[in-house]
């Protein structure tokens, strides 16, 4: 059962190449499933958060925390009777675009592109789902419904301001309305984010034994969380103990989206979806009070964890084999794989179009094959703590197989 103010497949505002529709399957399924088939998707796997993809098999990567996202919002859109498709959709497509290195190589590729119109992550995912993931006949990207494009456009909020050219390119094709909110389902998807990065943050950043278990348990809301599972299971284990504990910290986190939601719906009451696009602030939040306490949480692990001197010291080193990829194929695109020099050859020495293909073909790389192919190209060994190993030794196939 979905509430009048759910997207619904069967008034989707289509896609911007007409389809048949399946029999068994809504759109928004489809576009689900294909996000799930995207090569872009299954890259995630050797993209990092914050640790490198290869220093340890426990830590998060992009690919783990999406669908950490995806469960979380797919039981709060159940909860709020959104269309679960669309969410999931949205919530699977969100880290698409991101670079190898996590922000850090963000944060890399955006002084790189700041002659070129910049870089964002977010842009970048609608650039790979509407251009660069090339494998059907009649058109470029996975053509997915204005809907989930809507999503991953702004389910952060409106877009207004400069507007980055990825994104700029593709909304003078196909109208998503950048100055209004999104769906519910798309906001949803927006803060199962936060919940889930939140959350597996302080597991990883006690696993890297950044900081302790008793540190955590002085923090807001987690003080409560340890408290009660004192109560209940006195002299637990120790790695139990603090799991009992992030369990309940996570389902703190979604109880107060859910009751915090409903209530701000109820007040609107809204009848459809665009009520929820044209309400003019976000309908899907925290309270007051956990926001607050989550500020405190984030400032804990921006001391503790991303700023710690050991992971400092690897945004240094990963930092470098960004900066020094970048101009490597900006002055010699023939080293760029096959595929990609047709692009080059097509764009006839624009330079601006130039740093845009080197741009998309870089923040496609994993985390191993781009040191692995910094390393061929320079000649250099890599530095201590960046030497990958594994798959990320084979040759591009053709321009889906890494980059």
């Given at each position: 059962m979905r509430a009048p103010y759910a997207s619904d497949p069967l008034r989707s505002r289509g896609r911007l190449h007409p389809e048949e529709e399946s029999a068994f399957r809504s759109c928004f399924q489809r576009d689900r499933d294909r996000i799930?088939?995207?090569?872009?998707?299954?890259?995630?796997?050797?993209?990092?958060?914050?640790?490198?993809?290869?220093?340890?098999?426990?830590?998060?990567?992009?690919?783990?925390?999406?669908?950490?996202?995806?469960?979380?919002?797919?039981?709060?859109?159940?909860?709020?009777e959104l269309n679960q498709e669309l969410t999931e959709a949205v919530a699977l497509a969100h880290d698409l675009g991101h670079t190898p290195f996590g922000h850090t190589g963000e944060d890399a590729m955006h002084e790189l592109m700041a002659p070129y119109g910049g870089f964002d992550h977010n842009a970048q995912a609608?650039?790979?789902?509407?251009?660069?993931?090339?494998?059907?006949?009649?058109?470029?990207?996975?053509?997915?419904?204005?809907?989930?494009?809507?999503?991953?456009?702004?389910?952060?909020?409106?877009?207004?301001?400069?507007?980055?050219?990825?994104?700029?390119?593709?909304?003078r094709l196909h109208d998503l309305e950048l100055s209004t909110h999104a769906?519910?389902?798309?906001?949803?998807?927006?803060?199962?984010?936060?919940?889930?990065?939140?959350?597996?943050?302080?597991?990883?950043?006690?696993?890297?034994?950044?900081?302790?278990?008793?540190?955590?348990?002085?923090?807001?809301?987690?003080?409560?969380?340890?408290?009660?599972v004192d109560r209940l299971y006195p002299g637990l284990n120790y790695y139990r103990r603090?799991?009992?504990?992030?369990?309940?910290?996570?389902?703190?986190?979604?109880?107060?989206?859910?009751?915090?939601?409903?209530?701000?719906?109820?007040?609107?009451?809204?009848?459809?979806?665009?009520?929820?696009?044209?309400?003019?602030?976000?309908?899907?939040?925290?309270?007051?009070?956990?926001?607050?306490?989550?500020?405190?949480?984030?400032?804990?692990?921006?001391?503790?964890?991303?700023?710690?001197?050991?992971?400092?010291?690897?945004?240094?080193?990963?930092?470098?084999?960004?900066l020094e990829l970048f101009p490597l194929f900006m002055?010699?695109?023939?080293?760029?794989?096959?595929?990609?020099?047709?692009?080059?050859?097509?764009i006839e020495g624009d330079k601006l179009k130039l740093a845009r293909i080197v741009s998309d073909y870089i923040s496609g790389m994993t985390d191993r094959f781009a040191i692995v192919e910094h390393a061929r190209l320079t000649g250099a060994d890599p530095e201590p703590g960046l030497r990958a190993s594994g798959p990320g030794h084979i040759r591009y196939a053709d321009r889906i197989s890494e980059g």
């Open positions: 799930i088939h995207a090569s872009a998707f299954r890259r995630l796997k050797h993209k990092t958060q914050v640790f490198i993809e290869h220093e340890g098999d426990y830590f998060r990567t992009r690919l783990t925390h999406s669908i950490e996202v995806g469960q979380v919002a797919r039981t709060i859109a159940g909860a709020l609608i650039r790979i789902v509407t251009n660069l993931e090339r494998t059907y006949a009649e058109w470029d990207g996975l053509n997915l419904t204005w809907e989930t494009l809507e999503g991953i456009a702004k389910h952060n909020g409106p877009v207004t301001g400069q507007i980055p050219y990825a994104l700029a390119d593709y909304n769906s519910a389902e798309a906001q949803v998807a927006a803060l199962s984010d936060d919940i889930a990065y939140n959350n597996h943050d302080l597991h990883d950043g006690l696993r890297a034994e950044l900081f302790s278990t008793d540190e955590l348990a002085e923090l807001p809301i987690l003080k409560g969380c340890f408290a009660e603090r799991h009992e504990a992030l369990r309940r910290f996570f389902g703190v986190l979604v109880g107060d989206v859910i009751d915090v939601s409903r209530a701000n719906i109820a007040a609107l009451k809204p009848e459809r979806v665009e009520d929820i696009r044209d309400a003019g602030r976000m309908m899907v939040r925290f309270s007051p009070d956990i926001w607050s306490d989550l500020k405190v949480i984030r400032q804990f692990l921006f001391q503790r964890m991303y700023r710690a001197p050991e992971v400092v010291e690897m945004r240094k080193k990963v930092t470098r084999i960004v002055e010699s695109p023939e080293l760029l794989p096959k595929q990609w020099r047709k692009d080059v050859e097509e």
